[in-house]
């Protein structure tokens, strides 16, 4: 039997990868940030997953709207770099667990959720940003998913959050010994459009961490609407996070968490382990 | 962005096409010759050679497209975003400076100490 020992929640900003790329993480405005996803990342490290469920969302990157999925699932042994328009990163592959996700896409359609699978999948910076800072070199073998907050129709926060709780039973019926972490990518506010654009929602993100830590299923009761006029019409992303937390076992609790307004974001890196 | 709506579409598909390099070099070397191989009428066409990105925006264009465009023709998330809020780019630098001033309380990060939850 698998067991959910860890969960994470982060922001996939390109800023990050820019920064990464480029060696300005080392430079006062990005320290504190990469400072954080570091910690992040040894913590992840010391819980000792053997696989990770990544849940982020594609920016028209990998999909076009030929075909575009509201709920997704990469099903390969390995995963290429997209290339959004400079160029792919110089990664190798990511590492796929195909067994992981074979059993999960099963079990998901078995609980109702039509989701699609996809045997060969580009990663853009939605899971590239962060997951470098998280698992540099590739250790961790990772099932990515997203969840569409792109293209209308959107899913509504709820169908996220039930999703991430058909996600958290798919796991833990997998029948095999595994550790599993699950990470949900995006966010925090942003608005990257109109007389708003760079505005950063810095009170609403803290509040956000808040409710996930004290009260999260409290935020499945709020729709794509309430986030995009709280944190912009970008924010909309954190649904990835409220998958992610709705994955893990109940009870869980925050480990700790790290938040930096900067720039055109609300930046966050969140811990939680099941209690 | 509204999906039935043809020359929308088919906007949405020349700049997703850009993560093509051989395309990214077309559009740079002629726009309008790159734009005109897909089916865009009078007004998508004429928000694309003016580089009207909140044009574009309200006529459904996402701008996860339109940092593509961007890319191919050396312009910045921040450039387009200056030009969206109507500001020169010193304007818009000048607001994000104070703006991280301004929420530099909120932040939570290691080492420092945590703030009151507002």
């Not at chain 1, 999909?63 to 390969?76: E, K, M, N, Q």
């Not at chain 1, 190798?92 to 996700?101: D, I, S, T």
């Amino acid at each position: 039997m698998a067991t959910i020992v860890a969960g994470l929640g982060c922001s996939h900003a390109p800023s990050i990868a820019h920064a990464y790329d480029s060696g300005a993480s080392r430079d006062p405005g990005w320290k504190p940030l990469f400072d954080a996803f570091a910690e992040a990342g040894r913590w992840l490290a010391e819980q000792r997953p053997d696989a990770l469920v990544v849940i982020y969302n594609d920016h028209v990157d990998n999909y076009s709207f030929d075909a575009w999925p509201t709920f997704a699932l990469g099903v390969a042994d390995e995963f290429q770099i997209a290339d959004e328009g400079w160029g792919p990163r110089r990664f190798a592959p990511v590492p796929g667990h195909r067994a992981l996700a074979h059993h999960l896409a099963a079990r998901l359609l078995d609980g109702g959720f039509d989701l699609m699978t996809s045997h060969r999948m580009e990663l853009d910076h939605g899971f590239l940003s962060p997951m470098p800072l998280i698992d540099e070199g590739w250790r961790i073998p990772v099932v990515p998913m997203t969840i569409n907050v792109v293209l209308d129709p959107l899913p509504a926060p709820a169908r996220c959050w039930a999703l991430g709780e058909a996600v958290g039973a798919a796991i833990k019926s997998y029948p095999e010994t595994l550790r599993v972490a699950v990470i949900g990518t995006g966010g925090l506010s942003h608005q990257l459009t109109g007389p708003d654009f760079g505005k950063v929602f810095a009170e609403w993100d803290r509040e956000f961490i808040a409710l996930l830590d004290r009260a999260p299923a409290s935020l499945a009761r709020y729709t794509m609407a309430d986030f995009a006029r709280l944190g912009g019409e970008h924010s909309i992303e954190v649904v990835q996070w409220l998958a992610m937390r709705a994955a893990l076992p109940e009870p869980s609790r925050m480990e700790f968490n790290y938040y930096y307004p900067f720039g055109l974001m609300g930046y966050a890196v969140a811990a939680f382990r099941p209690a | 962005m509204n999906a039935h709506d043809a020359s929308l579409y088919e906007i949405s598909r020349l700049l997703y096409d850009l993560r093509n390099p051989a395309n990214r070099e077309a559009v740079r070397a002629n726009p309008q010759a790159y734009y005109r191989r897909y089916a865009i009428d009078d007004s998508g066409m004429r928000l694309l050679m003016n580089r009207d990105w909140q044009g574009l925006v309200d006529a459904g264009v996402t701008v996860y497209l339109l940092t593509k465009l961007g890319a191919a023709l050396g312009v910045s998330l921040l450039e387009m975003g200056a030009a969206m809020r109507k500001m020169s780019h010193e304007e818009f630098r000048r607001f994000i400076d104070e703006q991280n001033k301004r929420h530099r309380a909120l932040a939570v990060l290691p080492g420092e100490t945590q703030p009151e939850k507002p």
